[in-house]
């Protein structure tokens, strides 16, 4: 019931039965435990251990956002959780909110991409430098988290049927999800001025392709065939990108690397690891 400050505590009644010194205890439970529970489809960006058998799970959700919760007891071989809270997996969860941490109570398995992903490391590479940059771009940003949950899912889900070359499907994933954070580049106009394109240079902190007016010295200028490449990328056109030249993709890779770097303004530390064909 709820005391003088409103919240509700736990109470007991004491009521008398037929017979000498008899009292049945009746416990009232404590509804805020219910009231701070929640559900939602989440994809499983990064754990790390606590204690002797739990773990911190970072997590991207569709309608909460990031979220940082308490697995109790998954890494014990009896674990309910089993492997339904590994990295890339996606899960529907039911979680209870905490005041630093919230805690997973029930998880069921809707995207089981983790172990075909962690299988090959080439994929695994790739995934992992999604799922970091998906972190990067949650931490702070509400209002997108949706479609950055919509986002890595396809982006996970085509990587473990090897729809695509991974590389191609990383840096696909990274323009989209730089469009989706508010950072869209302009491969077809000047970044700068809106000129009509095509244009020969290529400048992260403007926003992509500029006009030469617009041009800061040093600019790379990438080939024609890189830009093409970018903007199919950029509008998922996959029978262009999957045409595309070797030495196209690395060239595009740089840019895309750049341009992701200067708006995290930090360079992902799983990026480096990714194998380039």
Request: proline share 6%; charged share 20%.
């Amino acid at each position: 019931m709820p005391c003088g400050d409103g919240k509700y505590r736990h109470h007991t009644v004491r009521r008398s039965l037929p017979g000498p010194g008899l009292v049945r205890r009746l416990v009232v439970a404590n509804p805020s435990f219910a009231a701070r529970s929640y559900r939602d489809d989440a994809v499983v960006l990064r754990t790390h251990k606590l204690g002797e058998a739990d773990r911190i799970i970072t997590l991207l959700t569709k309608h909460h956002g990031q979220v940082r919760a308490v697995a109790k007891g998954v890494r014990r071989t009896s674990s309910r959780f089993g492997a339904r809270l590994e990295p890339f997996m996606v899960a529907d969860l039911q979680l209870v909110s905490g005041r630093t941490l919230d805690i997973v109570t029930q998880a069921v398995a809707k995207g089981a991409y983790g172990s075909s992903i962690a299988a090959d490391y080439g994929r695994f590479t790739v995934a992992a430098a999604m799922t970091e940059t998906a972190e990067k771009l949650t931490d702070a940003d509400t209002e997108s988290g949706t479609a950055q949950y919509n986002l890595l899912v396809g982006a996970l889900a085509a990587l473990s049927r090897s729809d695509h070359p991974p590389e191609l499907i990383l840096d696909s994933y990274l323009l989209r999800a730089l469009a989706t954070g508010g950072w869209a580049p302009s491969f077809t106009e000047c970044a700068r001025c809106g000129r009509p394109g095509p244009h020969t240079a290529f400048a992260a902190p403007i926003g992509g392709m500029v006009c030469s007016d617009c041009r800061p010295p040093g600019s790379p200028a990438p080939a024609p065939e890189t830009v093409v490449l970018l903007g199919a990328l950029l509008t998922g056109n996959w029978s262009v990108a999957d045409a595309s030249d070797p030495r196209h993709r690395r060239e595009a890779a740089g840019l895309v690397a750049s341009y992701l770097q200067w708006h995290l303004e930090r360079a992902l530390k799983s990026l480096k690891h990714v194998e380039r064909s």
